[in-house]
């Protein structure tokens, strides 16, 4: 397993998680993106924050300022820290990565085409 998410659970609204992505080293050093995405009950999944190699990052509009995306090469680890949680945020929410090109207009996207490396998903419940 390459992409192995952890940190989910349930919290109330106005909490706060952080999600970790434990990767192998040749994705947090060689993907040109990195990102997580979310899956709602009967909902598609939508891209949440991408982080490109250079520290660039893209969020989906109903979570900028909420949410922060991170990475650290050293721990071969991704983050989403993510604050102010509403119960909209319940979803499960998965980790990817990609070697592809995944720039558009310099931003990594947050479209799941050209990820093409997933993790098994960790949930994340927010009551109100």
């Known amino acids: 397993v390459q992409l192995v998410e952890s940190g989910g659970g349930s919290v109330q609204a106005g909490g706060s998680l952080r999600l970790s992505c434990a990767a192998s080293r040749y994705y947090t050093y060689s993907s040109y993106c990195m990102g997580w995405f979310r899956q709602a009950p009967g909902k598609e999944r939508e891209g949440v924050a991408t982080?490109?190699?250079?520290?660039?990052?893209s969020y989906l509009a109903s979570v900028q300022g909420r949410f922060t995306i991170s990475k650290d090469n050293a721990k071969n680890t991704l983050y989403l820290q993510m604050r102010s949680l509403k119960p909209e945020d319940t979803a499960m929410y998965y980790c990817?990565?990609?070697?592809?090109?995944?720039?558009?207009?310099?931003?990594?996207?947050?479209?799941?085409?050209?990820?093409?490396?997933w993790g098994q998903g960790i949930q994340v419940t927010v009551s109100s």
């Open positions: 982080i490109d190699r250079n520290g660039g990052t």
């Open positions: 990817a990565a990609t070697t592809k090109g995944c720039l558009l207009w310099s931003q990594p996207v947050l479209t799941e085409q050209p990820y093409d490396s």
